[in-house]
């Protein structure tokens, strides 16, 4: 198991927070996330055999978010 932090942009609120969880948490592979509104960042515990960081990158893309690794 891997945790990886990313810098979130494009959140306005903490409904787009727990957007951005969901839509991780259908990644094959991810154990948990946890995204703060005010840090502005995702930690994802996953496996990263299963669920590579480009993986969660594209996963938040879809919900018309960026994501950076730090």
Known sequence: MKTTTLTIEGMHC?????T???L???V???RQAEVSFDERRAR???DQNAAST???VEA????GFTANSN
């Open 60 to 63: 938040i893309a879809k919900g």
């Open 44 to 46: 994802i515990l996953h």
């Open 28 to 30: 094959p592979g991810v």
């Open 14 to 18: 903490d409904g787009c927070a727990r």
């Open 24 to 26: 991780v948490a259908r």
């Open 20 to 22: 951005i969880e969901v």
């Open 54 to 56: 480009t993986d969660l």
